[in-house]
């Protein structure tokens, strides 16, 4: 089957500190994947996405890269700050079929001045 | 202006009753979803629609009814309010590979 997997919450991080956030998947195709991120009291936005092996996505300083061969796509900030403090998903779509995504449960992000 | 918006934004009522959701999209999109995420976080999805047709239905009770007048709307009526059914539900819509959410609506059943 489908699925995403991501690390447990919550993260909590000083200011300026690295930021990893871990997401593996398993597929029956060829999914393009994303990570999106939702601040508190919003509905989730993307944050980057990969289409294919070995594809970086990047976007306000995070990058995650598709790993096909370990079935990965961690999410990375050399140095968060306060304002990314939210929740980040991991998540997957197939390439034959846009219409449905499949969603990783989350990692609550906490950012400590 | 709103890309997905969804109104309302709080619902509360009582056991046993009847509410709807609605939400509309102004990005010119043919597929609309309906997420619901729980307490922990977890985003399930509901429902989808492509232009006005139904296309995903999860295992969801039949107590939700999902309605979509035009391809810019996509209602959510829920019959015989449960405890459980206490959760922020997201409207979203997609364009090929990337969704777009609405700010949620955030249901307690009491």
């Known amino acids: 089957g489908n699925s995403v997997t991501q690390m447990e919450g919550p993260v909590t991080l000083s200011e300026e500190a690295f930021l990893t956030i871990n997401c593996t998947y398993t597929a029956t195709g060829y999914p393009s994947l994303f990570w999106y991120v939702q601040y508190p009291g919003e509905g989730l936005q993307l944050l980057l996405k990969a289409t294919k092996a070995d594809d970086k996505g990047s976007n306000k300083g995070f990058e995650a890269t598709y790993r096909k061969e370990t079935t990965s796509f961690h999410l990375e900030k050399g140095s968060v700050q306060v304002s990314d403090s939210a929740v980040y998903f991991c998540?997957?779509?197939?390439?034959?079929?846009?219409?449905?995504?499949?969603f990783g449960s989350g990692t609550k992000l906490n950012v400590k001045p | 202006d709103t890309a997905v918006s969804q109104t309302p934004k709080y619902l509360v009522t009582q056991m046993g009753n009847d509410k709807s959701i609605k939400c509309e999209q102004n990005?010119?999109?043919?597929?609309m979803y309906w997420y619901k995420q729980d307490s922990k976080k977890f985003l399930k999805i509901m429902f989808s629609y492509n232009n006005k047709e139904l296309i995903i239905n999860e295992t969801v009770p039949n107590r939700f009814s999902p309605k979509s007048p035009d391809k810019a709307h996509l209602n959510l009526h829920i019959n015989s309010l449960e405890l459980g059914d206490s959760a922020v539900y997201f409207c979203?819509?997609?364009?090929?590979?990337?969704?777009?959410f609405g700010a949620g609506t955030r249901l307690s059943v009491l």
């Open positions: 990005l010119g999109h043919d597929t």
């Open positions: 979203a819509s997609s364009q090929l590979d990337i969704q777009y």
């Open positions: 998540a997957l779509s197939l390439d034959n079929n846009f219409n449905k995504f499949y």
